[in-house]
C-alpha cells in the first residue's frame, strides 16, 4: 500500500467515526425538548454540512493523481480540522 492510500484509508475512517458521532448527537436531540431540540438540530445541521465538505475533500484525493495529492492534503487537513473541533464541541456541549 502507498501512503496516498494509506491517507485516503485513514481519513476514511475517521470520517465514519465522525458520521457515528453526530448520529449519536441526532439521537440525543430526538429526545429532548423543543428548545433544546432545535438547538441540537441547528448544531447537527452544521456538523452534516461540514461532514459533507469533508467527504467531497476525500473524493477529490481519491480522484487527484500519485503526483497531485500531496497538494490536496492542506485542503484536507483543514476541513478534518474544523470538522472534529466542531464535533468536540458539540459533543461538550451536549452531554
Avoid: C, H, P, V
Avoid at 502507498?2 to 465514519?16: I, P, R, S, T, V
Amino acid at each position: 500500500m502507498d501512503k496516498k492510500e494509506a491517507y485516503e484509508q485513514k481519513l476514511q475512517a475517521k470520517l465514519d467515526e465522525w458520521r457515528a458521532e453526530i448520529d449519536r448527537l441526532k439521537a440525543k436531540a430526538d429526545g429532548k425538548e423543543a428548545d433544546a431540540k432545535l438547538e441540537y438540530q441547528k448544531k447537527i445541521e452544521e456538523l452534516r454540512s461540514m461532514e459533507k465538505t469533508a467527504d467531497r475533500k476525500l473524493a477529490e484525493l481519491k480522484d487527484a493523481g500519485d503526483d497531485a495529492w500531496q497538494d490536496l492534503k492542506r485542503g484536507i487537513n483543514s476541513a478534518w480540522d474544523a470538522l472534529d473541533n466542531a464535533l468536540k464541541s458539540a459533543s461538550s456541549r451536549f452531554k
